[in-house]
């Protein structure tokens, strides 16, 4: 009986597991975090040992791309098949800070294998996740017996992503030609749960800043004119209880206009998500759950557009009373999109609505911070979006559903300055401890995330031949 | 053609002028700042030197009572005349600070005269309006032929307003005995303008304390967990956009009942007193009025009661935003009550209210700092006031009109703790510049309270005959 593909991968896998963790442990002890100025070398170190990385995998191109801050890694491999689509895979190779201190039960550098999880600060988010491709890429090769990928691959990995991204935006948008692909792969994600292996299908959008209000010119006597001028504090009060009706939904006039509401098929999908609100609810360090109505907990934070006050400042904050009406009060808030709606729109909105509900002797400004980030989505049926279900599916051997991001990220940037649409390819649970200590990633996972991407350019490339791939959303003009 | 009591006082006043200026001067020049721990000992000077000058205008009992902060001054005089009535004089010798650093034209505890203003720390708030009683009783003395008052006289004088009077309660409570009095008559407040006499009739009450909202267990991050849990900040931004109506009324049901509302009189005087709201405002800081519709500025700051917020801090106050969801809130607040309000009852009213208002999830702390404030009103229509107002009118010479105070302090606890109804004479005006740089007093007016103090105790003891005076205001049990 002749072996299948998939037997091929496996025992490609199987046969290069040694040396790929130790591989990944010496990229690993490089402590490549951006968030520390002092770092810089190591970053520097990181791209560089990523990039001769690449280079021993095959890639005939693996570059270190400078930037203003962390330097990216940028590398390509063509196809021999001219025709085959171009894929660019995203991750980081930066990391969040991590000190024994902290409470790490060993050095977060020296990476550990133990119960079948390798724990060291990077496991998981990202580095474990981005190399991955190496060796599921060899797979690739191996059991298809090509030379080159059946995709034209291109891979970015920046060094900034735990830094909030400043310099990627203007990155990707100067080296735009040499990033053309046809779909993007975000492999910095993560599945519902160790038994649940899920694709995140995208991510909501953000629009924040700050309104500031001014009333008196200095704080003023609450005895001698208090009750008879505005202050500023119930103002701002005012607007941002205004924010929300008593449904929660947000009751800024048009700010649902054109939101793609999930389709029954979605609702149906999440339903079916084994769900522990209370365990949930612990996660989420909070005792209860709250929000728009005639939604569930998920919908709410992976479907649904939101409203946050992210602060609210105002006056004497001081032990015991002070009798004052403040002279000024600031609202930090922030909104999280869906697809369908547009950033600007959104700003314009609330800018206007703002300035309607202010009575006279408040004077204000409001301060975005940029443009926003725009929402991605990738709907069910998107012929990329089945190839990558596909490849997961043979490596898992179950059924593969479905999850959103409730945050926001540079997954949106790719999508709107190379026009594509963005997949993700996550295989870290939960548990993994992202951001925290004894972050980890579990070993079975990873090298399901190596059998996925070894199937995922043949996948995609067959689908590819079956027709064009529906355009990516653009931007709002 | 005999000279009128009137002229008496008058020619009496005219003839001491000058010695008595000279001895408020250096009254003036003992830096009583009561704000400044290591002016302690100018605050037992002050003390002391007022303690001697009673005695020299006669006063046979004239004694400094030490408390926990700085020492005040007591003094009595019991009149020959048995039946009269018992009057207690309260003022206070301490001073805000002061230094020429500030922008003063000069030093501010060498008192200087110029364009019949004299100009101190203290000149109007408060020695002025305390040393002008000495002047006063040896007019009326003079004039009436008497060796002692008209009316059993005390004098207290507190060495910590300008602190918060933070012993004053606890030394009332226990000189209460001592302090016994008919009624108490406060000689620390102003009138509406220089050519417009006025009695001030009632200070608003105070409750106030802060709300602690709690949330999530920490900050969490907004685009993971908000909008499906309670975000604190909101929560308090409702309670307190929830505390006034679109009529910008206090929405706390049985907030007004018992309010003791303004008379039609009462309406139309307030309505007569020649108000600028335009350079109200200027002194407010403010660039508009809002308050409680159907009501005046004028009513709303004396005779309407308020809820004002004095601060809110929640989440993220630094540069630029951070997306999170803040774990607490906390709220400052203040009430101002008015007659037939209830200190106790407006607390108990707030709690509950509070309580019903918060959705699951989020829990609350209220703290009041102390059992607040009462309010006191004396009516238009008491013998005392009618007795003061005639005083007034003969120092004046013009019709005296009425206002109200809009703050709180301690003549209420002299009107709780001595159950007796609490006058107000006051002869400041507001651009005497009390707790500002170059506080002066305007001689002309001084001397008119000088002349209206010389009246009083006679037009007190003459109406205190016609019949018993009404009780005052009893706290609620």
């Known amino acids: 009986m002749s072996s299948t593909p998939d037997d091929d991968v496996q025992t490609y896998i199987r046969a290069h597991r040694t040396p790929f963790l130790a591989d990944l442990a010496e990229w690993l002890r490089i402590p490549s975090v951006s968030a520390e100025p002092d770092r810089a070398p190591d970053l520097l170190r990181s791209a560089e040992w ?24 940028f590398a390509e491999w063509r196809s021999d098949d001219e025709d085959a689509p171009t894929v660019l895979v995203y991750g980081h190779h930066d990391v969040q800070p ?18 079948g999880r390798l724990y060291a600060r990077g496991a998981a988010d990202d580095k474990g996740q981005v190399f991955l491709h190496t060796l599921g890429l060899r797979a690739h090769l191996a059991a298809t017996g090509r030379t ?20 990627f935006l203007e990155l990707i948008r100067e080296r735009a030609d040499r990033l053309a692909c046809d779909t993007a792969i975000v492999s910095d994600t993560g599945m519902w749960a160790e038994d649940t292996p899920t694709v995140c299908t995208g991510m909501r959008g953000l629009v924040d800043g700050e309104v500031v209000l001014h009333g008196p010119d200095q704080d003023i006597h609450s005895g001698s004119f208090g009750g008879a001028v505005p202050n500023p504090a119930t103002e701002a009060a005012r607007l941002v209880a205004a924010l929300h009706d008593d449904d929660r939904r947000v009751a800024i006039p048009g700010f649902y206009d054109g939101v793609v509401e999930l389709t029954e098929r979605e609702r149906r999908l999440l339903a079916e998500l084994r ?33 946050e006050v992210n602060g609210i400042h105002s006056g004497y904050g001081g032990p015991g009373g002070k009798t004052i009406v403040p002279s000024r009060a600031e609202v930090k808030f922030s909104f999280r999109l869906v697809a369908g709606q547009d950033t600007a729109a959104v700003q314009r909105l609330f800018t206007d609505w703002v300035a309607e509900r202010l009575p006279d002797g408040v004077r204000h400004e409001i ?7 725009r929402p991605c989505l990738t709907p069910l049926d998107h012929p990329a979006l089945r190839s990558l279900v596909r490849a997961m599916g043979r490596a898992f051997g179950q059924e593969i559903r479905f999850t959103r991001e409730g945050g926001s990220g540079p997954a949106a940037d790719l999508q709107d300055v190379l026009g594509v649409p963005v997949l993700f390819l996550g295989i870290s649970v939960p548990s993994d ?4 200590v004894n972050e980890k990633v579990e070993l079975d996972l990873l090298f399901k995330g190596v059998e996925t991407a070894a199937h995922l350019w043949t996948d995609l490339a067959e689908d590819w031949r079956a027709g064009p791939w529906p355009a990516a959303p653009r931007p709002a003009s």
């Open 98 to 115: 991590a000190a024994l201190a902290d409470g790490w039960d060993g050095d977060p550098f020296e990476p550990v294998e133990r119960d």
């Open 50 to 73: 990523l990039a001769a990385a690449l280079k021993e995998t095959g890639f005939p191109v693996a570059e270190v791309w400078p930037t203003k801050g962390a330097p990216a890694v």
């Open 433 to 436: 401890g992202w951001h925290s």
């Open 367 to 373: 301060r975005f911070w940029g443009g926003g980030t």
């Open 148 to 167: 080159t990928p059946a995709v034209h691959l291109k891979f970015l990995v920046e060094g900034e992503e735990e830094s909030g991204s400043p310099h």
């Open 275 to 307: 769900f522990d609100e209370a365990a949930w609810l612990r996660t989420a360090k909070s005792h209860a759950a709250l929000g728009e109505r005639g939604h569930s907990t998920l919908e709410r934070i992976w479907a649904r557009p939101t409203a």
